[in-house]
């Protein structure tokens, strides 16, 4: 299924990087997400983007700074990150913010920080 | 106590067998109710949602109990490929979902 695209799929950067991860949805979705999903722990929420307009920081640190230039496309900036930081992070779709919505995930990107 | 809880498992079952499982959820006000599944390394793949009145998808059933706050999946005739973690979400207000940890299903020949 190709309806949600992240690259890269894995990334290994030291504490000092800057890199980005991007997600685009293919689906015509108003809605996206950012997750972190860490060994054994539920998934996270960090951000949510509907209309290109950022609706949620769930507490999120600034070394993670989110980018939506259209409801297609959103990106994580990525700066000075701790080992702690290192997780799955899935980027996700919805047609909307509505009730019941399914949510429609991306493969992910692995990050490890070294 | 966490949102969404879930026995971690692993449910180790023979194939053709049935296996359930349960989740609980700690708020009352919950509104929508889903099961997503996540193969090992993965993306998590929305499953089936979860009526009030219980649903079935061809060899999967869920259930949902209001009074006692849980939700429960069945899987009938377990195939191979069956085998997953299977991550309860339950919606607490428009977009916000609360992921389970997940219950691991492992299906031996």
């Known amino acids: 299924e190709t309806g949600v695209t992240q690259t890269p799929r894995h990334l290994v950067m030291g504490m000092t990087n800057k890199k980005s991860l991007k997600c685009e949805q293919h689906?015509?979705?108003?809605?996206m997400y950012w997750y972190k999903q860490s060994a054994k722990k539920p998934l996270e929420l960090m951000f949510v983007y509907n209309f290109k307009e950022q609706t949620e920081n769930n507490s999120v640190p600034s070394r993670f700074s989110p980018e939506c230039p259209n409801s297609s496309h959103l990106f994580l900036h990525l700066h000075t990150l701790q080992p702690e930081d290192s997780a799955l992070y899935l980027c996700?779709?919805?047609?909307?913010?509505?009730?019941?919505?399914?949510?429609?995930f991306g493969d992910g990107t692995r990050l490890s920080i070294l | 106590r966490k949102e969404v809880e879930q026995d971690p498992g692993p449910f180790n079952v023979p194939e053709g067998a049935t296996v359930a499982f349960n989740c609980t959820y700690s708020?009352?006000?919950?509104?929508?109710f889903f099961w997503y599944r996540q193969d090992c390394r993965k993306e998590p793949k929305l499953l089936m949602s979860?009526?009030?009145s219980g649903n079935e998808d061809g060899r999967f059933t869920a259930q949902l109990n209001r009074a006692s706050q849980y939700i429960s999946l069945l899987i009938r005739d377990s195939k191979l490929s069956d085998s997953a973690t299977y991550l309860c979400?339950?919606?607490?207000?428009?977009?916000?979902?609360?992921f389970g940890a997940g219950t691991t299903v492992t299906v031996r020949a």
């Open positions: 979860v009526y009030s």
């Open positions: 708020n009352s006000a919950s509104q929508s």
């Open positions: 689906l015509g979705h108003n809605a």
């Open positions: 996700a779709s919805s047609q909307d913010l509505g009730p019941a919505q399914p949510q429609h």
């Open positions: 979400v339950v919606n607490l207000n428009d977009y916000k979902l609360s």
